[in-house]
């Protein structure tokens, strides 16, 4: 099926460990995004990437790194993981069409 | 960047017609106005998007009044498993995405369907 997906689903770190978020999609969006979700709040861009080739700061971009690594894959770097960082974290890309396109997240926490 | 206001949560029964209601006070011209759904443990999904006057698909209606500053979005003959968060997104949508045009999602309305 078309879509975003995303790996892993679930990951536990321990603090200062280091990990990268997958993220692909198959719809030839040119846009991709990486959320985070804290219980109870909406979702807070932390980067995305315009097109192939640039990414951004969205807001609240501090102790991440991302890579758009061609047009399809896009993947969010924690170099030292916090308990802060303990979240969901969404994927989603988007094309010229109408909306987003989210994967189902990666359920991330940091002990 | 358009800033928007729902209420946190509302509570309906089976068969009734739910009405949520957004107010975005500062949208500007140019944006767009589009609801997503999310269920526990998933991505949110898109239910539709407009600009002005009204829009419906199969899912639900989209009301926007003249003056854009809020919009409603209708959803005929809830069933529990419309029991979601429902967010309300200003912003631009066609095209790349700005930093200061990108989509911001609010806490959303927790939307309970009751038997």
């Known amino acids: 099926n078309a879509g975003v997906t995303q790996t892993p689903k679930f990951q536990v770190l321990k603090t200062g460990q280091s990990m990268t978020l997958q993220c692909a999609q198959d719809?030839?969006?040119?846009?991709m995004y990486w959320y985070r979700q804290d219980p109870g709040m909406g979702l807070r861009l932390i980067y995305y990437?315009?097109?192939?080739?640039?990414?951004d700061k969205g807001e609240v971009p501090n102790g991440y790194n991302v890579s758009r690594l061609n047009k399809r894959e896009f993947s969010l770097r924690l170099e030292s993981a916090a308990p802060s960082q303990t979240s969901v974290y969404f994927c989603?890309?988007?094309?010229?069409?109408?909306?987003?396109?989210f994967g189902s997240g990666t359920r991330l926490t940091v002990v | 960047l358009a800033k928007t206001t729902q209420p946190i949560s509302m509570d309906s029964y089976e068969g009734q017609e739910v009405n949520i209601t957004c107010s975005h006070n500062?949208?500007?011209?140019?944006?767009?106005i589009t609801w997503y759904q999310q269920f526990p443990s998933q991505g949110p999904r898109f239910i539709i998007q407009?600009?002005?006057t009204k829009v419906t698909n199969e899912v639900a209606s989209l009301f926007i009044p003249a003056d854009r500053k809020s919009s409603t979005l209708s959803l005929p003959r809830v069933s529990l498993s419309d029991t979601a968060v429902y967010y309300c997104?200003?912003?631009?949508?066609?095209?790349?995405?700005?930093?200061?045009?990108?989509?911001?999602f609010g806490a959303g309305t927790i939307l309970r369907v009751k038997s």
């Open positions: 989603a890309s988007k094309g010229q069409g109408y909306g987003y396109t």
């Open positions: 719809m030839n969006h040119n846009s």
């Open positions: 990437s315009a097109s192939e080739g640039t990414t």
């Open positions: 500062n949208i500007a011209t140019n944006d767009y």
């Open positions: 407009g600009y002005k």
């Open positions: 997104l200003v912003g631009l949508l066609q095209g790349p995405m700005e930093y200061g045009n990108k989509l911001v």
